[in-house]
């Protein structure tokens, strides 16, 4: 069993930073794949980043790259989302999420995640 909670949501300016962070329980936080995922009031979720159980790679939706980062800190059990020049569309409810031995390319899928954080909201204004 894995528990996740996110922190760092809150309200920005447009052009502004902030960093998320989702802290794991468990002791193999090292074997998942983890990823960041959103969703905004009538749209669907969508996968933000992933990375993988190592940290060596990541993946990145077009519409973050180059202005998201995603780490892990496997020793603290910790995976983060810096997040810069923040646009009004980046608003939404961000989640992490992990998939046991996921490749960055299954945790953008989205599907089969095997735990969810409650989420923490994000919200850019213009």
């Known amino acids: 069993q894995v528990q996740l909670v996110e922190s760092g949501g809150g309200l920005v300016q447009a052009g502004g930073s902030l960093r998320l962070s989702c802290a794991a329980s468990g002791r193999t936080f090292s074997s998942y794949g983890m990823g960041w995922f959103r969703r905004s009031p009538g749209k669907e979720r969508e996968s933000v980043a992933a990375i993988s159980a190592s940290g060596a790679t990541t993946r990145y939706a077009d519409s973050v790259k180059g202005r998201f980062t995603i780490s892990r800190d496997n020793a603290k059990n910790m995976v983060y989302l810096q997040m810069n020049s923040l646009k009004p569309e980046d608003t939404a409810t961000y989640y992490c999420?992990?998939?046991?031995?996921?490749?960055?390319?299954?945790?953008?899928?989205?599907?089969?995640?095997?735990?969810w954080g409650q989420g923490t909201q994000v919200t850019v204004s213009s």
């Open positions: 999420a992990s998939k046991y031995t996921g490749t960055t390319a299954q945790v953008m899928g989205v599907a089969g995640m095997d735990y």
